[in-house]
């Protein structure tokens, strides 16, 4: 018949599982309500993006508008004074592809009235336009004087009313972009509080279910305990020493004895007198501080021992143990105190192994630890070097580019400008022409040798900083690549120190270049801001990824399986202190490269 205390523990312990299932279930619970706030706030992202987008558009439609006008009004002045034909061909071409951006422009804004309204005065402005330039064309073609002053003054009134509608266009799609964005950051902001304090709770009951489980664990730890000083007790009471000792003297791995309740040996076993080298009649009676050392005896380390045994019941601990013949040991060591029914304290229980062997290859395997880690120092010291001295030398071949080789090409395009001018009417012959392409190839090359020197080693990095240096970048690498970008950058980002904007840099040029290489997106997005005390660059595209078994493979030590480049990037970001983290999947990858601002703010 189970006693009252057995029913008290059970009843307890029945309690305790039902509070932390219950506990358990909330905390599911918000975090399912944190991951529908999380799809939620990716959502307004998203619509976020598709606003910056139409606007991006409308402006990027109106830029189309303003160019094709520019080269029609450049092509039909050109016909105006030369009479050429191929300035009419590309007066015609030019005037054909205005219609297009304005058709564009009425289909992407037929939703808002007042942009309706501006295309509507736009597509009247750019009529009479096309009119008045055909009429001009028309009387030039039949050989009738042109009133050039006349046409320029005409044409520059038009200008100026073209201008003033697309900026009335620009300014409205701001406006609306504007509003979009602030409807857009309120609803992040709600469901960023949601998720925070759904997290935050459902952490405090994860936390709060883990101190349940502990309480019951500990109870059920007390109830075993409980149940092993019972046994002692029913052995002592019932004088049941003979059958103790046939088990305790069969065990020949373990040292098991017991003390009297001043620490006197009591009783020995045939492991105790193989480990400790004593026969029964030598030990027994003897204080059991004679297996401690001698520093031990003196900081009085046995009588300490047997009072935390006494205090808590059950002590252990390890340390070096003397032998008969005077060697030492590592010993690991279990003291229970044995009581009788009223409590009190008739002895202890003892039981000793040798833990040399264990201590030794412990000692060895911090030794190894501490050699790898020397090594792994001196591995991340020679890295380091290597990406300052890559940088110098990165530094060094742009600032010669630009200032030798730079300049030479420069100072062939003044010589071959000067030489055109010179030609002067003898320029439409063939070495006029050819003269024109040298000029054409001069300037390329200029363009090309500046873009490279700029790209070992931007001087706008150092000049304006990397807000100002990474649009410069992602424009060039959208011209060389094919691929969109957007950049977006929070507000009020100020300078970076300039190791840390450098290593920034590189994180960037590394992650586009293989964007470009080998996910085949079509697009790549760069965001710099500050989160949780660090500054973070965000690198994402929507490419193929990267394989999830060579992600699998590569464990923790992802670096080594992903290519040098990334290795690069992650030992720039450690040596600031910071991190990379790369996350891929079939739809895309990420690149996140994170400093402390303690250590990339500027000061």
Request: hydrophobic residues 40%; glycine residues 6%.
């Amino acid at each position: 018949m189970a006693s009252s205390s057995e029913i008290f523990s059970d009843g307890f312990l029945n309690s305790q599982k039902a509070k932390a299932h219950q506990v358990f279930l909330t905390a599911l619970g918000l975090l399912c309500l944190c991951a529908v706030a999380t799809y939620l706030s990716f959502s307004y992202f998203k619509d976020s993006e598709a606003s910056l987008a139409h606007s991006q558009q409308v402006r990027a439609d109106v830029g189309d508008l303003d160019a094709v006008l520019n080269n029609a009004a450049r092509a039909r002045l050109a016909y105006l004074i030369s009479g050429e034909d191929a300035d009419l061909a590309q007066y015609q071409d030019a005037a054909s592809r205005i219609i297009e951006p304005i058709h564009h422009l009425r289909e992407l804004t037929k939703d808002n009235p007042v942009q309706v309204e501006n295309c509507s005065q736009l597509d009247s402005v750019t009529t009479a336009r096309l009119e008045a330039w055909r009429a001009s064309v028309e009387a030039r073609r039949a050989g009738k004087p042109v009133d050039l002053s006349r046409l320029i003054r005409q044409n520059m009134e038009f200008s100026s009313r073209s201008a003033l509608i697309t900026a009335a266009i620009r300014s409205e799609e701001s406006r609306l972009l504007g509003h979009r964005t602030s409807v857009a950051h309120r609803r992040f902001l709600l469901a960023s509080l949601v998720v925070i304090s759904s997290f935050l709770v459902a952490l405090f009951l994860l936390y709060l279910h883990f101190r349940l489980l502990t309480a019951e664990l500990r109870a059920t730890e007390k109830a075993e305990t409980a149940a092993s000083e019972a046994y002692t007790r029913e052995a002592a009471l019932h004088h049941e020493a003979d059958r103790f000792r046939l088990f305790i003297e069969a065990v020949n791995d373990y040292a098991i004895f017991t003390l009297d309740s001043d620490g006197r040996v009591t009783s020995w076993n045939r492991g105790a007198e193989r480990l400790k080298g004593y026969d029964a009649s030598e030990i027994i009676g003897k204080h059991f501080s004679c297996f401690y050392p001698e520093d031990a005896i003196r900081n009085r380390e046995p009588q300490r021992h047997l009072d935390a045994a006494t205090r808590e019941g059950r002590y252990d601990y390890e340390g070096w143990r003397v032998r008969k013949d005077g060697t030492r040991f590592w010993a690991n060591v279990v003291l229970t105190a044995i009581r009788d029914d009223q409590n009190r304290l008739v002895g202890f229980a003892k039981i000793t192994r040798d833990f040399t062997e264990r201590m030794r290859s412990q000692e060895a395997l911090q030794a190894a630890n501490a050699k790898l880690a020397v090594s792994e120092k001196s591995l991340r010291d020679l890295s380091l070097h290597l990406l300052s001295t890559q940088d110098e030398e990165r530094r060094r071949i742009g600032r010669e580019l630009h200032d030798s080789l730079g300049q030479y090409l420069a100072v062939l395009k003044m010589n071959l400008d000067s030489l055109e001018a010179s030609l002067g009417p003898h320029q439409a012959n063939g070495a006029g022409q050819d003269l024109k392409q040298c000029i054409r190839l001069a300037e390329d090359s200029l363009k090309e040798v500046r873009t490279i020197s700029y790209l070992l080693y931007p001087p706008m990095l150092e000049e304006m900083g990397l807000k100002s240096a990474i649009p410069w970048y992602l424009d060039g690498f959208s011209k060389r690549s094919g691929i969109a970008t957007n950049f977006e950058v929070e507000t009020g980002f100020g300078r970076l120190a300039t190791d840390v904007e450098l290593a920034f840099f590189r994180v960037l040029q590394e992650s586009l270049t293989n964007v470009h290489r080998h996910s085949g997106s079509s697009t790549a997005s760069v965001r710099l801001s500050l989160a949780n005390g660090a500054v973070v660059l965000q690198v994402q595209d929507k490419g193929n990824g990267i394989p999830t078994k060579l992600m699998e493979e590569s464990g923790q030590d992802w670096l080594g399986s992903l290519g040098v480049g990334l290795r690069g990037m992650s030992e720039r970001m450690r040596q600031l202190g910071g991190r990379l983290e790369v996350a891929s999947t079939a739809t895309g990858t990420t690149v996140i490269a994170s400093v402390p601002n303690a250590r990339a703010i500027a000061i």
